[in-house]
């Protein structure tokens, strides 16, 4: 069924795309192909032709030079064919950065409020994002002063706006010293790093992705930079993987909580080094949340978090349990 339906949609589209000059129709046509990955199943392979939606796209910007739309996801479909999860960050090429970031410029120049459809985050971010991935890219290869390039490059073509670094500032300076910040997603992660590898600011925190987690590569990353260390050693945290999970109590010194599923009946390969971190650890950091988590990437850890305005922490002293 699904072999079927993407001939017939791939059908459409050729016959859009040969026979219209309308690029509004062709627009619509890219941005379908581009959104068709983000409904599969997660355990699909990823099947959309991105060249043919960087075709289309292509079409739609010689039709109307000042689609900031179409540049916006030709943008996004460089980036996605760069890399399309944590995963596949670490093997970014420069050129592809160049493309993708090359695009959300024009769109800030043309349109500095851009107000057009998204995916997911602003045209800003965007080149936030791209930077700041080519140099987590660089970093994870031992290549410091390529990573300090690429973050410096991408403030440069309008990422890391001011205003985001002293917000994320903020966040740093509310975290203890020696604590672990655990952050969730490229808009805080990103940042973060930037200040920490650029301008050398609160290094004393370990910025921690919860995402990335899941990714095989970061934690054995993390534990080489002797950022944060885990109770298994470097070899088994590429190897771990979600497994099949109950309602469990969990104890770490006199601490103990209930962790439940955190998908479909299972605990995710994130989740798991999540625990070991925290079992390594035994609370001697202190551990802080950057806000606005999915309660269901907190290990079940919601009825000790105390929140601080600007970030979370997780409170096991019985005396603050009240104040959450």
């Known amino acids: 069924m ?7 949609f791939t059908f459409f589209l050729s016959v859009v795309y040969g026979q219209t000059d309308d690029y509004k129709i062709l627009l619509d046509s890219a941005k379908t192909l581009f959104k068709s990955k983000e409904s599969r199943n997660r355990e699909e392979p990823d099947k959309v032709d991105y060249s043919q939606v960087v075709s289309i796209l292509e079409k739609v910007i010689k039709l109307n030079p000042n689609s900031t739309e179409a540049r916006y996801f030709l943008g996004c479909t460089f980036s996605r064919i760069n890399a399309w999860d944590g995963e596949s960050m670490i093997n970014m090429h420069l050129e592809l950065v160049y493309q993708a970031s090359e695009q959300f410029e024009i769109v800030i120049k043309q349109t500095p409020k851009y107000i057009d459809e998204i995916s997911l985050i602003d045209p800003y971010s965007k080149l936030m994002s791209e930077w700041g991935s080519m140099a987590m890219n660089y970093r994870y290869h031992n290549k410091t002063d390529s990573a300090i390039w690429a973050f410096k490059e991408g403030k440069k073509r309008g990422g890391f706006r001011d205003f985001f670094l002293e917000a994320n500032k903020s966040i740093l300076d ?44 970061y934690p054995a990353f993390l534990s080489r930079s002797k950022s944060v260390t885990f109770d298994v050693s470097d070899e088994a945290l590429e190897t771990i993987d979600y497994i099949s999970w109950t309602d469990t109590n969990v104890t770490i010194n006199n601490f103990s909580w209930t962790v439940k599923p955190s998908y479909y009946g299972h605990l995710l390969r994130g989740d798991r080094l999540f625990l070991s971190l925290l079992k390594e650890n035994k609370f001697q950091r202190d551990v802080f949340f950057t806000v606005g988590f999915m ?19 997780l409170s096991i002293s019985e005396t603050n349990w009240s104040i959450i």
Do not use: F, H, M
């Open 2 to 8: 699904k072999t079927a339906a993407t001939i017939i």
């Open 295 to 313: 309660e269901d990437s907190r290990l079940s850890l919601k009825d000790y978090i105390l929140p601080l305005i600007i970030v979370d922490k």
């Open 174 to 217: 509310a975290c203890s010293q020696n604590s672990i910040l655990i952050s969730s997603g490229d808009y805080l992660t990103i940042p973060l790093w930037y200040l920490q590898t650029v301008e050398n600011y609160r290094t004393d925190v370990a910025v921690v992705d919860i995402s990335l987690l899941n990714a095989s590569w």
